[in-house]
């Protein structure tokens, strides 16, 4: 329904044929080859396996050509037509961006460290010329006529847009169930290790597409969680920066004071780099993890796992001390509290004028009332109908005025969150705070996957971060009766390089999770 997929016949290129011109390129016949071809063992025969920075390098190197590349991708987005995972899949966009990103290296000109490369993001972030719906009817036809600025540092870096993909209806939830999207699997994203599960959300269409290897990595955006959720139940890494570290423009937004765009890739590393190419520097890099303390809050942040999620972290945990960690068991009693107060008033309260800045400052012709007004998803309906538009909140004995518990969300209870992180970092002394990053795998992709009660697992371990804004990594830790556990570390505000360089050390590890089953 609103899928801009190309049709198989479009599709010129097989698999096979890009195997064979991978092959060609390592033999120095690739356009520009030099004597700095890497040797046949570096390339895999399936190019979609290519990390960002292995990506980057063999196409900087002459090694494949940035059009092999995306037609690899393209063809292998064409048979993944069941994730549900693009929105807009502009194959003509994509290869004419490719075909200059090779010519500029064939004449000595590189754009920078991602030249080449395709990625994808999320359809409430803006890309100049394609659709940017948000995921609801009533914003289709929105072309955009410039970049976000979060995209731009990306394209500027030498990236290519591959494609939009799909989210949670205004990116208010987690479970990618989202009614305006109708595929052959059913509604709803799809999650690549197995087809009857949600791929988590909002960012759903960006962590599916990256774990079924659509794309080596792209973008996503995070208010509660919307980056580590679906990069947790999908088995790929993502980040959520602290705020203000990216910028925000060009995004639909829920919260000023919650939203970031973050980037999702199957490993740390290449969020280090896709992280240094948005906020500038030089990409982290691992470091030693002996002697390294991580704190362990487990009375809130281990409640509510699943048996399955419960052992693989417990796995995962002991081998980072016996990689060196030392693993301090901490206490948070506050949090729970603390973020109750400051949650959904602060998101339900700034939704409304945030929504209604955006659609005129991007020239959208919409009101909130319009686009409320063609809400597909029956969740996202009920949320924006009884709470966002009428500026009320859920109470004791139905809904009472939001106004002045938003104001004692943002004068008092933030603050205080936010002094609580930082006292609780210093008092124990550990770098970051380790702890599954959802209590439980992947769930039936159905509509109880969009209930509170579904809704208020998956945000649990989340959501207390999002509120303090401080950076959040989730890393794949495992495989639990055959779906992907994801493990988070919070660090304190602006730590995110000290954050990533942990996390590539804990991922060396902890080691790769297996690619999911073939899709047909």
Avoid: W
Avoid at 174 to 188: D, F, L, R, V
Avoid at 222 to 229: A, F, K, V, W
């Amino acid at each position: 329904m609103m899928s801009h997929l190309p049709t198989p016949s479009r599709l010129t290129i097989s698999l096979s044929l890009v195997g064979a011109l991978a092959i060609a390129a390592c033999h120095g016949h690739a356009p520009g080859g030099t004597n700095t071809t890497p040797p046949i063992s570096a390339i895999p025969h399936d190019l979609t396996e290519l990390s960002v920075a292995k990506a980057a390098e063999l196409v900087r190197t002459h090694a494949i050509t940035s059009v092999q590349l995306t037609e690899a991708y393209l063809a292998r987005a064409d048979v993944a037509r069941s994730l549900n995972a693009f929105v807009t899949l502009d194959r003509d966009f994509a290869l004419a961006a490719a075909r200059r990103a090779d010519a500029e290296l064939a004449s000595g000109k590189s754009r920078g460290p991602l030249h080449g490369v395709p990625l994808v993001i999320k359809d409430n972030t803006h890309v100049a010329g394609l659709p940017s719906s948000a995921g609801t009817p009533a914003l289709r036809a929105f072309v955009p006529k410039e970049n976000a600025p979060v995209v731009q540092k990306l394209i500027d870096a030498g990236a290519i847009v591959l494609g939009k993909t799909n989210m949670h209806e205004l990116a208010f939830g987690i479970s990618g169930y989202n009614e305006a999207i109708h595929g052959t699997s059913g509604i709803g994203v799809r999650n690549p290790y197995d087809l009857t599960r949600f791929a988590g959300g909002s960012s759903s269409g960006t962590g599916a597409a990256i774990a079924a290897r659509l794309a080596p990595g792209g973008l996503g955006t995070d208010t509660g969680g919307s980056i580590r959720i679906p990069s947790a139940v999908d088995g790929i890494a993502g980040l959520r920066p602290t705020v203000g570290r990216y910028p925000t423009a060009g995004i639909a937004p829920i919260s000023h004071t919650r939203d970031t765009p973050g980037p999702m890739a199957r490993t740390v590393a290449d969020l280090a780099l896709l992280d240094a190419v948005i906020a500038g520097g030089a990409p982290a890099t691992p470091i030693d993890l002996h002697g390294i303390r991580l704190g362990i809050p487990r009375d809130y942040f281990f409640a509510n796992l699943d048996a399955g999620t419960q052992a693989v972290t417990a796995t995962a945990l002991e081998k980072l001390r016996a990689a060196g960690a030392v693993l301090v068991e901490i206490e948070m009693p506050e949090i729970k509290h603390l973020n109750a107060e400051m949650s959904f008033p602060v998101a339900l309260y700034e939704a409304y004028d945030d929504l209604k800045v955006y659609l005129q400052a991007a020239g959208t012709g919409m009101t909130v009332e319009q686009v409320v007004d063609k809400i597909a998803s029956a969740d996202v309906k009920a949320t924006y109908g009884m709470f966002v538009v009428p500026r009320k909140l859920p109470g004791p004995n139905g809904t009472v005025d939001a106004g002045p518990i938003y104001q004692n969300a943002i004068t008092n209870v933030r603050p205080a969150l936010q002094q609580y992180y930082a006292a609780t970092f210093a008092k124990y002394k550990v770098e970051a705070l380790v702890f599954p990053t959802v209590p439980h795998v992947a769930v039936v992709q159905e509509p109880k996957a969009s209930s509170i009660e579904t809704f208020s697992l998956f945000i649990q371990n989340t959501d207390p971060g999002s509120n303090a804004g401080v950076p959040g990594l989730s890393l794949p830790c495992g495989m639990a009766a055959g779906l992907p556990v994801g493990l988070e570390l919070d660090g304190p505000a602006n730590s995110d390089p000290r954050l990533l360089a942990i996390g590539m050390a804990i991922e060396t590890v902890l080691g790769p999770l297996p690619a999911p089953p073939p899709l047909h």
